[in-house]
């Protein structure tokens, strides 16, 4: 059973960029999460999804940032005309069900706004 | 809010010696608390949970925790550092929605 999987693992843009990551959660699971991480700090919440469903973006910045789960394929968080504060690493995890689970993390894409 | 808060951003052991990593929450519900571990460059890896089963909960690598709801902490332990433990550490609550709260963070260093 393969892991969290998070595509690109690296990626770059310049300020005024899109940035577009993707998370392809565990098999069977249908909750994914996804967690922006600073330097040092620790990881922040952002955004609770279930397919075709957003459940949760209280952490999300208001502008500039969505995300998605459809049917079929993977979790999309999109980053429009990106500045250089959005440079982090950005998990995603996922779940089988709520209720306290563990949650499994993926290894990460990390944003650099040049 | 629940939150975390985990004291001292870099913890130097020397390998052999006890490690304990110190974490205190605050929430207002019965909490579920986690401890993962962060190597370079990779993503979190679950050490253990508490989920108010055993207040003493074992995890992988050695590693142990006790749920003390007197003094509302969740301190993670292992008897015997080795220079592989050199990696990050998260404590972590469950917040509404199965969202996780996490500490700053622990930088373990181990010396030989």
């Known amino acids: 059973n393969a892991g969290v999987m998070q595509n690109p693992r690296h990626l770059v843009r310049r300020r005024g960029q899109e940035a577009r990551l993707r998370c392809s959660p565990m098999?069977?699971?249908?909750?994914v999460y996804w967690y922006r991480q600073l330097p040092e700090e620790g990881l922040k919440f952002m955004v609770y999804?279930?397919?075709?469903?957003?459940?949760?973006e209280s952490g999300m910045p208001k502008e500039r940032f969505s995300a998605e789960f459809p049917k079929e394929g993977p979790s999309i968080l999109r980053i429009q005309q990106v500045v250089r504060g959005d440079s982090a690493a950005y998990f995603c995890?996922?779940?089988?069900?709520?209720?306290?689970?563990?949650?499994?993390f993926g290894p990460g894409t990390r944003l650099t706004v040049l | 809010a629940q939150s975390v808060t985990q004291l001292g951003s870099h913890v130097s052991v020397s390998e052999g010696a006890l490690v304990l990593l110190r974490c205190n929450y605050s929430?207002?519900?019965?909490?579920?608390l986690f401890w993962y571990v962060q190597y370079p460059n990779q993503g979190l890896q679950l050490l253990l949970k508490?989920?108010?089963?055993?207040?003493l909960v074992k995890g992988i690598n050695d590693f142990e925790a006790e749920f003390k709801k007197s003094e509302t902490s969740f301190h993670l332990t292992k008897p015997s550092a080795h220079m592989s433990d050199a990696a990050e550490y998260f404590c972590?609550?469950?917040?509404?929605?199965?969202?996780?709260?996490f500490g700053k963070g622990n930088q373990v260093v181990v010396i030989p």
């Open positions: 999804l279930q397919k075709e469903n957003i459940i949760d």
């Open positions: 508490y989920t108010s089963a055993a207040t």
């Open positions: 098999k069977g699971h249908s909750h």
């Open positions: 972590a609550v469950s917040e509404t929605n199965n969202r996780l709260a």
């Open positions: 929430s207002s519900v019965p909490p579920y």
């Open positions: 995890a996922s779940s089988p069900r709520t209720a306290y689970n563990e949650q499994f």
